[in-house]
């Protein structure tokens, strides 16, 4: 869609690229309210250099997230035309990905012998 951008940080590239790249990206969605940016790690170069970003563009209403999940993309996803405001959205993203960290525990079931079916 034309309100979704997705930049690369590929291996060959530098932070240097990545910035003009967010920047192309950002411009490309200035006729939108506002934009949220989904990065991966809090302090890696996404989140780093999209927040140099969000600061020098006062102008545009700009969040930045980290620790993005599966989950967080497909909701913000789909309800991304409910929301005006880019911090509303990123409010409401943040407990879904919380919610969708989960450990799988093996739990072993003993066998009732006496027990017919499944």
């Known amino acids: 869609?034309?309100?979704?951008?997705?930049?690369?940080?590929?291996?060959?590239?530098s932070?240097?690229?990545?910035?003009?790249?967010?920047?192309?990206?950002?411009?490309?969605?200035?006729?939108?309210?506002?934009?949220?940016?989904?990065?991966?790690?809090a302090g890696g170069s996404p989140f780093n250099n999209a927040s140099m970003c969000m600061a020098e563009r006062a102008d545009q209403r700009i969040e930045v997230l980290?620790?993005?999940?599966?989950?967080?993309?497909?909701?913000?996803?789909?309800?991304?035309?409910?929301?005006?405001?880019?911090?509303?959205?990123?409010?409401?993203?943040?407990p879904t990905g919380k919610d969708y960290i989960v450990r799988f525990e093996l739990v072993k079931h003993e066998d009732d012998a006496d027990e017919d079916g499944i």
Do not use: C, R, W
Not at 1 to 13: A, G, M, Q, R
Not at 17 to 34: R, S
Not at 73 to 88: K, R, T, V, W
């Open 1 to 13: 869609t034309d309100n979704i951008k997705l930049v690369d940080f590929e291996e060959t590239h």
């Open 66 to 94: 980290a620790g993005t999940n599966l989950p967080m993309i497909i909701e913000g996803a789909s309800m991304m035309a409910a929301y005006d405001d880019p911090l509303e959205l990123a409010e409401t993203l943040i």
């Open 15 to 41: 932070t240097e690229t990545l910035t003009a790249n967010l920047n192309a990206a950002l411009d490309e969605l200035k006729q939108f309210d506002g934009v949220l940016v989904m990065s991966d790690l």
